[in-house]
């Protein structure tokens, strides 16, 4: 955490996932592109939350 722009926070993350099976077929291009949508839906329904 650290401080944002206006008063508010900033989260910086990383992680570490190992994938296996048939999904590990599918290339990493497909697969950094699922992960971002993933993150950006979670971090967009953490900011909902929050703002209640």
Not at 29 to 36: D, I, N, P, Q, T
């Amino acid at each position: 955490l650290s401080d944002g722009a206006d008063g508010g926070t900033t989260i910086s993350y990383t992680a570490d996932v190992q994938v296996g099976g048939l999904i590990a077929g599918v290339g990493q291009r497909m697969l950094g592109g699922v992960s971002k949508m993933m993150a950006d839906q979670f971090f967009t329904r953490m900011t909902e939350l929050l703002a209640t």
